[in-house]
């Protein structure tokens, strides 16, 4: 109707805007609050252990919201627009706009107007933004892993970690020749877990003596590594009896080598999305459709936020509610699957990483064909035909 025209946007479409606005605004902050919370332990804890400095702990954190962020986007617009039209449905509000004109074609458009902004940023931020934060982020890592394995930035009392946590070393006291005293070492990389503890030891790097009179089976080659004297190892679970302890007056600890393993740590989350375009590499292309899979995600579950709506109040929305909460871990479930299968090779190329996206809007759509005024007005229908044709028929 002329009367609801205001420029590009009728009224109807800017009160539905404003409206999805406000619920999404509120989601969204609710998600990052529960999400910097619990970045913030983990912060928290990893500059306790060592692993980070106190220093780099607020741009840290930081960078692990803007690369996460992405994430975020996709489940709080399709909560929001799922909350806003059940609020509508349940006020009889979108009885009220179909009965002027402004019907479910419409509403779509109103959707997607919001969608289409907020698919762009996505995009921003998971094509751009999310490589580079995570790029930063193991910079700042590796930093803190060279800065902990240094003897002279070690200090007593303080537990260091690296490799990700799986590598925990402490030392009670350094005496001024840079040599430990009760020393602990645990080390996760491998199953049973190893517990290392030495009365004495020392740091050396590549090149200074290593293996020569070593008691080391760990595995490693020449590297940086501690020097442990007059000491017991344990290998075995918490919890479990079939520990192996073992006795040493010299053990060789070999750490991961950070300088020779320097190209192994440029992970596919940090590579530019330029790279990424044209690869024939699955894990390239599987990356890319992973980053790509976050905007496509706004723009399919638009298309699936109204059909799981009911619209009118005297509807049930218990079948409706039950197959969005479906939808929802299915769709986002999916999506890390369809990248490991398409990563090991399970799916063909052919058929990229966004296929999921249109199966789960296919058999939403059809599990919702049974209840829909199309197929109740053909049934009605298809038994007026029936009946009348037993009515035709002479009686016995």
């Known amino acids: 109707m002329k009367i609801l025209e205001h420029g590009t946007l009728s009224i109807v479409d800017r009160y539905f805007i404003a409206e999805l606005a406000k619920v999404f605004a509120a989601i969204m902050a609710t998600l990052v609050l529960i999400m910097t919370s619990m970045l913030f332990l983990r912060t928290l804890e990893q500059v306790d252990v060592g692993a980070l400095a106190s220093d780099a702990m607020l741009r840290f954190l930081y960078l692990q919201i803007l690369r996460d962020l992405s994430s975020l986007l996709p489940p709080a617009f399709f909560l929001a627009a799922l909350v806003t039209l059940g609020r509508m449905a349940r006020d009889s509000e979108l009885i009220a706009f179909a009965a002027v004109g402004f019907g479910p074609v419409s509403v779509y458009r109103s959707l997607l107007l919001f969608a289409l902004p907020l698919a762009l940023l996505t995009a921003w931020l998971a094509l751009v933004m999310q490589p580079a934060a995570s790029l930063e982020i193991q910079q700042i890592k590796a930093l803190a892993e060279q800065k902990a ?26 005496s001024d020749d840079k040599r430990f005293r009760a020393i602990f070492i645990q080390d996760r990389r491998q199953s049973p877990t190893r517990i290392v503890l030495g009365e004495t030891a020392e740091y050396r790097s590549q090149g200074a003596g290593l293996g020569s009179g070593s008691d080391s089976d760990n595995g490693q080659g020449p590297g940086r590594a501690v020097i442990l004297e007059q000491g017991r190892r344990y290998d075995g679970d918490a919890g479990r009896h079939d520990y192996a302890i073992g006795d040493f007056e ?22 530019p999305t330029a790279e990424l375009i044209g690869a024939s590499k699955l894990m390239l292309r599987a990356e890319l459709g992973h980053r790509l899979a976050a905007p496509f995600s706004v723009l399919a579950l638009a298309l699936l936020a109204i059909p799981l709506t009911t619209l009118s109040p005297r509807q049930r929305s218990g079948g409706r509610m039950f197959l969005a909460l479906l939808a929802y871990f299915a769709f986002f479930n999916l999506q890390g699957l369809a990248k490991n299968w398409m990563e090991s090779g399970l799916t063909p190329p052919w058929l990229g990483m966004l296929w999921y996206q249109v199966l789960i809007i296919a058999l939403v759509y059809l599990a919702l064909v049974p209840g829909s005024f199309w197929s109740r007005r053909h049934r009605g229908r298809l038994w007026r035909r029936l009946g009348s044709r037993a009515g035709d028929q002479p009686s016995g």
Do not use: H, K, N, V
Not at 149 to 171: E, K, N, P, S
Not at 250 to 271: H, I, K, N, V, W
């Open 149 to 174: 394995t240094q003897a002279a930035g070690l200090q007593a009392g303080r537990f260091y970690q690296q490799d990700d946590g799986r590598i925990t070393f402490y030392a009670s006291e350094l």
């Open 250 to 271: 010299r053990y060789t600890y070999f750490l991961p080598d950070e300088e020779a393993g320097a190209e192994q740590r440029q992970r596919l989350s940090s590579m």
